[in-house]
């Protein structure tokens, strides 16, 4: 038997973030993991699918050539060529993480395991175990359907195909409009799919980004020859061959589509099944991990982080490693673990054009009980916005009850919204803003460079301030 400090089941970011931070806080670490360092993130979700969006801005800005006086055609895509560029970033993420773990002395151990009764030891299939003084559950999560909807992974597929990109679609219908949906509906069009349709039930496409991103979206996706439909319904999926007949019931109205992709997009379901979790009476009805806010479960010494645990955590690769941060630290007793603030995270899309917020939407202030003034700042008056050919904005929700600072007195900023040009960079700095409860004022004093994208933040609180400057 192994024992060390920590045992973490699953190497995602989430259960990677714990060795990693725990082996620099002294502390030995034993992680096993049923396939590949990097987990879902680095090898199915997060990098598989940016290398994909990546090629799909470059053909984008190649139709678009003749804007900038360029006479570019694309004259063809090499699938196996664009894999082996997702395979190459991959494989070189997944070295450099594999030398870093082996370099900070975290012993990985290979196979599925499962936790003992104990709630301690890890049982691994290879017929090793690992004991530990914590043990750290971080097995992620996994696709899920929709009833009725079989996946074949052929016609009918998820992110899992995907993200392996097998053929370009023709005609693709995606259902679900969160994030893993809007990209690939967003790539499949750059990629020359003809037909893309959206369809989402919830009543608007990212429904969970202020509605003013959401209409923004539905806008550029339209002008982009992308259909969403929202509320919408799907009632049946037929396969025939390699054609699939997808029943829509939208507005009153029921609508067929002939499709050759039919991409499920619904979500995610935590990866907790059957790995000795019930015994320790940790899970939620929804398989979803209870936890507190320092990630520790009602089984003493037993942690868990990442995608299996329930709302408000957020599915997001950045959250899994904060809490492995959180874990790590509050295990070793070192440092200032900080519970995670789910509102001060980033959520990011990585459609064409972008969408990232972070803290309040309007409607969120309003509900929890602010009068708020809200203000938005278009790329379309900022150089590199007008350069790259956004439409998109900077949407600030500004909270009206005063502090006295910054020479006056004025409201928080509690969220910012952002749709355009390299969104999800942009909302980094958004992120001091809204997690530091700075005022409008405070960030109009800020100079930032010019020309650059980055001054679009800036111009929406020099507006909130009271003092725009490129605005009409
Ligand atoms: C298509 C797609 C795109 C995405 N894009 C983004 C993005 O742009 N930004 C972002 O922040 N997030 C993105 N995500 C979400 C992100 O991938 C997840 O939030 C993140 O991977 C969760 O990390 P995790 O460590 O909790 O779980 P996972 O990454 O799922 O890792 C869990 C690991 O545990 C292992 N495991 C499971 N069970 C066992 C067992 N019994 N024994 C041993 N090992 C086991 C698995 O093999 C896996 O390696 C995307 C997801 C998808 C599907």
């Given at each position: 038997?192994?024992?060390?400090?920590?045992?973490?089941?699953?190497?995602?970011?989430?259960?990677?973030?714990?060795?990693?931070?725990?082996?620099?806080?002294?502390?030995?670490?034993?992680?096993?993991?049923?396939?590949?360092?990097?987990?879902?993130?680095?090898?199915?979700?997060?990098?598989?699918?940016?290398?994909?969006l990546?090629?799909?801005e470059?053909?984008d800005q190649?139709?678009e050539?003749?804007r900038f006086?360029?006479?570019?055609?694309?004259?063809?895509?090499?699938?196996?060529?664009?894999?082996?560029?997702?395979?190459?970033?991959?494989?070189?993420?997944?070295?450099?993480?594999?030398?870093?773990?082996?370099?900070?002395?975290?012993?990985?151990?290979?196979?599925?395991?499962?936790?003992?009764?104990?709630?301690?030891?890890?049982?691994?299939?290879?017929?090793?175990?690992?004991?530990?003084?914590?043990?750290?559950?971080?097995?992620?999560?996994?696709?899920?359907?929709?009833?009725?909807?079989?996946?074949?992974?052929?016609?009918?597929?998820?992110?899992?195909?995907?993200?392996?990109?097998?053929?370009?679609?023709?005609?693709?219908?995606?259902?679900?409009?969160?994030a893993?949906?809007l990209?690939?509906?967003s790539?499949?069009?750059?990629?020359?799919?003809?037909?893309?349709?959206?369809?989402?039930?919830?009543?608007?496409?990212a429904?969970?980004e202020d509605p003013d991103l959401s209409r923004a979206l539905a806008r550029a996706f339209?002008k982009r020859?992308?259909?969403?439909?929202?509320?919408?319904?799907?009632?049946?999926?037929?396969?025939?061959?390699?054609?699939?007949?997808?029943?829509?019931?939208?507005?009153?109205?029921?609508?067929?589509?002939?499709?050759?992709?039919?991409?499920?997009?619904?979500?995610?379901?935590?990866?907790?099944?059957?790995?000795?979790?019930?015994?320790?009476?940790?899970?939620?009805?929804?398989?979803?991990?209870?936890?507190?806010?320092?990630?520790?479960?009602?089984?003493?010494?037993?942690?868990?982080?990442?995608?299996?645990?329930?709302?408000?955590?957020?599915?997001?690769?950045?959250?899994?490693?904060?809490?492995?941060?959180?874990?790590?630290?509050?295990?070793?007793?070192?440092?200032?673990?900080?519970?995670?603030?789910?509102?001060q995270v980033p959520r990011v899309t990585y459609t064409a054009p972008e969408v990232a917020s972070v803290g309040l939407t309007e409607?969120?202030a309003?509900?929890?009980?602010?009068?708020v003034a809200v203000s938005s700042y278009s790329f379309r008056g900022n150089a590199k916005g007008i350069i790259h050919g956004s439409d998109g904005f900077v949407k600030t929700v500004v909270a009206?009850?005063?502090?006295?600072?910054a020479?006056?007195?004025s409201g928080q900023v509690l969220g910012v919204h952002v749709i355009g040009p390299h969104a999800t960079d942009l909302i980094a700095e958004a992120q001091l803003i809204t997690s530091w409860g700075a005022l409008p004022a405070e960030v109009a004093q800020l100079v930032h460079p010019h020309p650059t994208l980055a001054e679009a933040v800036g111009e929406a609180h020099l507006a909130a301030a009271g003092t725009p400057f490129h605005t009409h």
């Amino acid at each position: 038997m192994d024992a060390t400090d920590i045992v973490v089941l699953g190497g995602g970011p989430g259960g990677y973030a714990v060795a990693l931070r725990a082996a620099t806080r002294g502390q030995s670490v034993t992680l096993v993991e049923s396939a590949l360092v990097g987990g879902t993130c680095l090898h199915w979700g997060c990098i598989s699918s940016k290398a994909l969006l990546h090629v799909g801005e470059l053909l984008d800005q190649v139709r678009e050539s003749g804007r900038f006086g360029l006479d570019l055609t694309v004259n063809g895509i090499d699938i196996d060529g664009v894999n082996a560029f997702r395979d190459k970033v991959q494989s070189q993420l997944h070295t450099g993480l594999d030398a870093l773990l082996k370099a900070r002395g975290v012993d990985v151990v290979p196979g599925r395991g499962t936790v003992a009764d104990d709630g301690r030891t890890v049982l691994v299939d290879s017929g090793r175990r690992a004991t530990g003084r914590a043990l750290v559950v971080a097995t992620g999560s996994q696709v899920r359907s929709l009833p009725g909807v079989d996946v074949d992974g052929r016609v009918v597929i998820t992110s899992d195909e995907a993200t392996r990109l097998p053929r370009i679609p023709r005609r693709a219908l995606v259902i679900g409009a969160g994030a893993v949906g809007l990209e690939f509906a967003s790539l499949y069009r750059s990629l020359g799919a003809e037909e893309v349709t959206v369809v989402e039930a919830l009543d608007r496409i990212a429904p969970l980004e202020d509605p003013d991103l959401s209409r923004a979206l539905a806008r550029a996706f339209r002008k982009r020859g992308i259909t969403t439909l929202a509320p919408a319904l799907v009632e049946s999926v037929k396969v025939d061959g390699e054609t699939a007949t997808v029943t829509v019931a939208t507005g009153g109205d029921e609508r067929r589509f002939e499709v050759d992709t039919v991409l499920v997009a619904v979500g995610r379901a935590p990866r907790t099944d059957g790995i000795g979790l019930d015994a320790l009476g940790v899970l939620e009805q929804t398989g979803h991990v209870r936890v507190d806010e320092w990630c520790r479960t009602a089984a003493d010494g037993v942690y868990a982080v990442g995608d299996l645990l329930a709302p408000p955590a957020l599915a997001l690769a950045h959250a899994g490693f904060a809490e492995g941060f959180l874990v790590a630290d509050v295990i070793a007793e070192v440092g200032r673990g900080v519970p995670v603030d789910y509102e001060q995270v980033p959520r990011v899309t990585y459609t064409a054009p972008e969408v990232a917020s972070v803290g309040l939407t309007e409607p969120q202030a309003v509900q929890a009980g602010h009068e708020v003034a809200v203000s938005s700042y278009s790329f379309r008056g900022n150089a590199k916005g007008i350069i790259h050919g956004s439409d998109g904005f900077v949407k600030t929700v500004v909270a009206r009850e005063g502090e006295d600072r910054a020479g006056g007195e004025s409201g928080q900023v509690l969220g910012v919204h952002v749709i355009g040009p390299h969104a999800t960079d942009l909302i980094a700095e958004a992120q001091l803003i809204t997690s530091w409860g700075a005022l409008p004022a405070e960030v109009a004093q800020l100079v930032h460079p010019h020309p650059t994208l980055a001054e679009a933040v800036g111009e929406a609180h020099l507006a909130a301030a009271g003092t725009p400057f490129h605005t009409h």
